[in-house]
């Protein structure tokens, strides 16, 4: 029987080969579309791509500390590494939030209707995106900055009392509750995010369930069935936010119990690294099921299956 921190490494590599291939597979097929199918570009899409890259970087820098110590390698990072990989991590996380909201508010102002009070801001989207991006990045290497000077390498191999401790990093004051106002910064920061999207969602099935009344009301069932391409994007980007609002609580849940608990639980952090990277793991076959490329090609792929199997049978 294979033990625990061999089971828990595998599934971390596996969530590392898997998460990375998902968001960079995704990454070409949006810098393809770019360059040889202009025609297919979307301005959604430049949000989208911006999201794969937060999402690898998240993935590979939760990770990577995590595998290594379940294969027995010591003293993997010293002080600056330890720096240097949390706060690249922090701050991919926090766009990964931004990002995801910005989506989410992207795709209610691309549906909402001439006439409501949010159509004014479509001739802006572009502008608006690129801005409310780069304001995301300020803030959250703003906020992280103060993270830098209090992480160090792990100075002992057992830990008791209050504090962040990973397998090669702890907090400089480890025992001492002394981070309560960072932690309620970082609180404020996310749980603004994640109310803008909860409420474009709300906003979202408002809107659909509207439409499909509308044009159930117009046309018949037949023609009501088929949704249109912007439909399928919202359905998508619901089940995104769905997806991420879940994630994230469930992490922080598990993040906190980790930090406040006395005694320190055996492979807490590695499933905690599994939760917290769950999302951008997710995230780009999410994002898939409406890019159109690939509907193109399961299409014509189909099509070659099923044309296939008819000469077999002989029909």
């Known amino acids: 029987m294979l033990p625990s921190n061999t089971i828990l490494g595998v599934c971390l590599i596996s969530q590392l080969c898997v998460g990375v291939t998902g968001n ?16 297919f570009k979307k301005l959604i899409d430049s949000v989208s791509m ?13 990770l990577i500390s995590h595998i290594m110590s379940f294969f027995g390698v010591t003293k993997f990072l010293d002080d600056a590494g330890c720096r240097a990989v949390l706060f690249i991590f922090r701050v991919s996380r926090g766009m990964s939030i931004s990002t995801t909201s910005i989506l989410s508010t992207f795709q209610v102002i691309t549906i909402t209707p001439s006439n409501s009070r949010w159509a004014w801001l479509k001739p802006k989207l572009s502008r608006l995106t690129l801005s409310s991006l780069l304001c995301s990045w300020l803030i959250n290497l703003l ?6 000077p209090i992480v160090i390498a792990k100075t002992n191999s057992t830990h008791f009392g209050i504090g962040y401790v990973n397998p090669y990093c702890q907090n400089k004051h480890f025992g001492e509750q002394n981070s309560g106002s960072f932690l309620i910064v970082i609180f404020i920061y996310d749980f603004f995010y994640v109310a803008i999207m909860m409420w474009t969602s709300l906003y979202m099935v408002t809107v659909l369930y509207r439409h499909r009344k509308r044009v159930q009301h117009l046309h018949s069932t037949s023609l009501s069935s088929q949704p249109s391409p912007e439909r399928k994007a919202s359905h ?14 469930l992490n922080n849940f598990i993040t906190l119990s980790g930090v406040y608990v006395q005694v320190k639980i055996p492979n807490w952090e590695g499933i905690n690294a599994i939760v917290a990277t769950c999302y951008p793991t997710i995230c780009p076959f ?15 792929f189909s099509e070659r299956r099923m044309t296939c199997i008819q000469s077999a049978l002989g029909v």
Not at 24 to 39: A, C, E
């Open 24 to 39: 960079l597979l995704l990454f070409i097929l949006y810098i393809y579309t770019f360059f040889f199918k202009p025609h």
């Open 50 to 62: 911006h999201l794969t890259i937060v999402n690898v970087l998240m993935i590979i820098f939760m």
């Open 143 to 148: 906020i992280y900055t103060y993270m830098i």
């Open 236 to 249: 998508n980007i619901l089940l995104l936010v769905i997806c991420f609002v879940f994630i994230y609580w």
């Open 286 to 300: 999410l994002l898939m099921k409406n890019n159109k490329l690939v509907l193109q090609f399961t299409s014509s």
